[in-house]
């Protein structure tokens, strides 16, 4: 089945250091849609961005992110980072039967120290 | 505006004991919705999906069952509850038929089984 491998566990990171998180994808689905949702503690999850066009740079609050069909990746990125944003990041996959949920990575826990 | 809310906010419980845990929308008619569970620090595992009422589809099942009385109802419950069933529960819908559709988190259920 779908499956998204999010590499990194935990990042930490100065205040004002760029952020790179890791996202690789793989599934049968020939036009996959993938998305970035960010969980703060003791909140529920909630959609970062999301993208389904090749090679397309994506942008919020931020952050962004580009998705390459070519090697299966939807990194996330942010030139510098600010203490809030210290949270939980997951990368999702959202599979061709549509009526099922997202698929999710196991998340990349951001910890931004001054 | 759709608004989605989950009951209880927060259950402690014993092992071996019954639990029904509650997830309502309003402002969407007919939504697709869902039953994730997250445990501490963990992934999203999404347990099950319905796409209407009275039809449940089970994507992993962790001893528990879910239900869907109602359009704007969605319902997760167990007869005997495990230790491995603490965890936060939520309930989420999509936005639309497609799989570009945003989903949405409910605040959440915090379960912690004794």
């Known amino acids: 089945g779908d499956s998204v491998t999010q590499t990194e566990g935990l990042v930490t990171l100065t205040e004002g250091l760029p952020v790179m998180l890791n996202c690789t994808y793989q599934t049968i689905y020939s036009n996959p849609f993938l998305f970035w949702y960010v969980q703060h503690l003791n909140e529920s999850p909630r959609l970062l961005l999301k993208?389904?066009?090749?090679?397309k740079r994506t942008e919020h609050q931020g952050f962004h992110a580009t998705l390459h069909k070519s090697s299966s990746s939807f990194h996330l990125q942010k030139s510098s980072a600010q203490l809030s944003d210290s949270a939980l990041y997951y990368c999702?996959?959202?599979?061709?039967?549509?009526?099922?949920?997202?698929?999710f990575g196991l998340g990349t826990r951001v910890s931004v120290f001054p | 505006a759709q608004t989605i809310h989950q009951w209880p906010v927060a259950e402690i419980k014993a092992v071996g004991s019954p639990l029904s845990l509650g997830c309502t929308i309003k402002g969407k008619s007919s939504p697709n919705l869902y039953w994730y569970w997250q445990a501490t620090g963990g992934t999203l595992q999404q347990l099950f999906y319905?796409?209407?009422?009275?039809?449940v589809e089970s994507v992993v099942q962790l001893n528990l069952s879910a239900s869907r009385p109602k359009d704007d109802q969605f319902i997760l419950s167990t007869e005997k509850l495990l230790l491995s069933h603490s965890g936060f529960y939520l309930c989420?819908?999509?936005?639309?038929?497609?799989?570009?559709?945003?989903?949405?988190f409910g605040p959440g259920t915090r379960l912690t089984v004794l």
């Open positions: 989420a819908w999509r936005t639309g038929l497609g799989s570009y559709a945003e989903q949405f």
């Open positions: 993208s389904f066009t090749d090679n």
């Open positions: 319905s796409i209407t009422v009275g039809q």
């Open positions: 999702a996959l959202s599979e061709g039967n549509y009526a099922q949920g997202l698929t």
